[in-house]
């Protein structure tokens, strides 16, 4: 089998984020790893990311038990309550070609 692990880090906000530590009490990743059969065809599961504090963190996930995979690598940044995002802006409607469905597209 193929055990995906999960961790969490907490790394500098910026183009270049060059320190990384263990995230800290106030975010979690749930689960913590995903067990796959050598049969399976996608290495695909859900996690769940719960955060009480702000700032720039890193997930890396690592395969065990096969040495096909690299890690992966994924960055995202929790912001406060009160920031605001910006609109989406509607930029394209498309009808299909048969009439059965409608594209909508954002900015």
């Known amino acids: 089998s193929i055990t995906i692990n999960v961790k969490l880090y907490q790394i500098g906000c910026g183009s270049s984020p060059l320190s990384t530590t263990i995230a800290p ?3 979690t990743i ?5 067990k796959f059969d050598f049969a ?4 695909v599961s859900g996690y769940f990311v719960s955060s009480s504090i702000t700032g720039c963190f890193l997930i890396r996930a690592t395969a065990i038990g096969m040495n ?3 890690p ?5 940044n929790v912001q406060g309550s009160r920031y605001q995002p910006s609109i989406p802006v509607m930029s394209k409607v498309v009808l299909s ?7 909508v597209y954002f900015s």
Do not use: Q, V
Request: no cysteine.
């Open 25 to 27: 009490a106030g975010i």
């Open 72 to 76: 992966l690598n994924i960055t995202f």
């Open 68 to 70: 096909y995979y690299l």
């Open 97 to 103: 070609n048969d009439g059965s469905f409608i594209g």
């Open 30 to 34: 749930s689960p913590s790893s995903a």
């Open 40 to 43: 399976s065809f996608s290495l």
